[in-house]
């Protein structure tokens, strides 16, 4: 992927999500869903066949902290690598965050990355509204999954 296909998909995206301004993420290189900053990074020198996506969850209550932590750690364990998404504390701010690398962008269609960021969005609104309020952690995290499987059972945290 060139950085005029990246644009085009930025644009096409948001097209898709009806964003008002259908250049802004490529010229701001985030967007705003259902309350969920999400930010996207796109190298054509250094990684050309992936996009970063970094989604906001939101900041940490100090005397959650070690409880966020832990469960941000079980979500890693449980989701399992980079391309699934990993949860982190972003070095910089300080705030909770879902990081995917989405990889061969070039397969990707506007409707289709506003989909996954549509998703990202409410997997990181979940996470706002239960983790960050409580330090409990609320499986599952997305609500296209009705009914939660045996291994999220046995690792509910909540």
Do not use: W
Not at 16 to 33: F, N, Q, R, T, Y
Not at 69 to 77: G, K, V
């Amino acid at each position: 992927m060139n950085q005029d296909q990246y644009s085009a998909l930025c644009r096409d995206t948001c097209l898709a999500l009806k964003i008002s301004d259908p250049e802004s993420l490529a010229s701001e290189g985030h967007l705003v869903i259902s309350e969920t900053k999400i930010y996207l990074m796109f190298d054509e020198i250094f990684s050309g066949d992936c996009i970063l996506c970094v989604c906001d969850i939101g900041d940490v209550q100090e005397d959650l902290r070690e409880r966020v932590f832990e469960s941000l750690l079980m979500l890693n364990y449980l989701t399992g690598g980079k391309t699934t998404g990993v949860y982190a504390i972003d070095p910089f701010s300080q705030r909770a965050s879902f990081v995917v690398t989405l990889l061969n962008p070039d397969s990707l269609s506007g409707p289709d990355l506003a989909s996954l960021l549509s998703r990202y969005a409410s997997r990181s609104a979940h996470l706002k509204k239960t983790l960050l309020a409580s330090g409990d952690l609320h499986l599952p995290l997305d609500d296209d999954l009705a009914e939660s499987s045996a291994l999220i059972e046995n690792f509910r945290m909540a």
